[in-house]
């Protein structure tokens, strides 16, 4: 089946400090590839995505680069902010009968301090 | 409102009572989702909708979840006979249209259900 594996937190930066979450994957066909991230007291909101091999996603300052020979989908910020504090979830998509159905991580607690 | 809005935010039932979950989709979203986010679980897939009609029901827990979804619009889940491993955030998403590979879901901030 179709899987997501991604580093578990909390992870704790100091503000200014490079982000690395990592996500592997485990798909039968090709996937399209998101990070959502989830900030305290809102609804998930799509950040980046990428949709075949080799494409980088990027948003905010954040990126993600679609590795099809390592099936995986890292996220980086190279100077993360207390703003940044949040969870992040990737998450893969295969076009099925089940419409854009999602196949989510257990979610990666990041919290920036000062 | 322009998001997805759900109701109720919170909820606390006692074991055995039947609850009732509602989801407003964007305006002219055709696809519609339910999700369950359990503590540590992560988000769990639970029903697809595609207009009226669930083409992917393969998520429901077991036959006391059902829902269903009415004008192509507002979504109801259903648990009946609530049991405390049903204490979860149910989260709603709505996307344009389920058929193509956009993968952008538009998520509601959930409803949490606390089974006593």
């Known amino acids: 089946g179709n899987s997501v594996t991604q580093m578990e937190g909390p992870v704790t930066l100091s503000e200014e400090a490079f982000l690395t979450i990592n996500c592997t994957y485990t798909?039968?066909?090709?996937?399209?590839l998101f990070w959502y991230v989830q900030y305290p007291g809102e609804g998930l909101q799509l950040l980046l995505k990428?949709?075949?091999?080799?494409d980088k996603g990027s948003n905010k300052g954040f990126e993600a680069t679609y590795r099809k020979e390592t099936t995986s989908f890292h996220l980086e910020k190279g100077s993360v902010q207390v703003s940044d504090s949040a969870v992040y979830f990737c998450a893969l998509s295969l076009l099925t009968g089940g419409g854009n159905k999602l196949t989510f991580g257990t979610g990666t607690q990041l919290k920036v301090e000062l | 409102g322009a998001g997805v809005s759900q109701s109720p935010s919170n909820k606390v039932t006692e074991k055995g009572k039947d609850v009732e979950l509602r989801c407003d989709p964007i305006s002219g979203h055709t696809a519609l989702y339910w999700y369950r986010q359990s503590l540590g679980q992560g988000l769990e897939f639970l029903i697809y909708?595609?207009?009226?009609?669930?083409?992917?029901k393969s998520g429901l827990p077991s036959d006391r979840f059902s829902a269903e979804r009415t004008g192509g619009s507002v979504s109801t889940l259903t648990i009946q006979r609530t049991q405390q491993e049903d204490s979860a955030v149910y989260l709603c998403?709505?996307?344009?249209?389920?058929?193509?590979?956009?993968?952008?879901?538009?998520f509601g901030e959930g409803s949490r259900l606390t089974v006593l």
């Open positions: 998403a709505s996307s344009l249209n389920g058929g193509v590979s956009s993968g952008e879901l538009f």
């Open positions: 909708f595609q207009g009226n009609s669930a083409p992917d």
């Open positions: 990428a949709t075949k091999a080799d």
């Open positions: 798909a039968t066909g090709y996937p399209s």
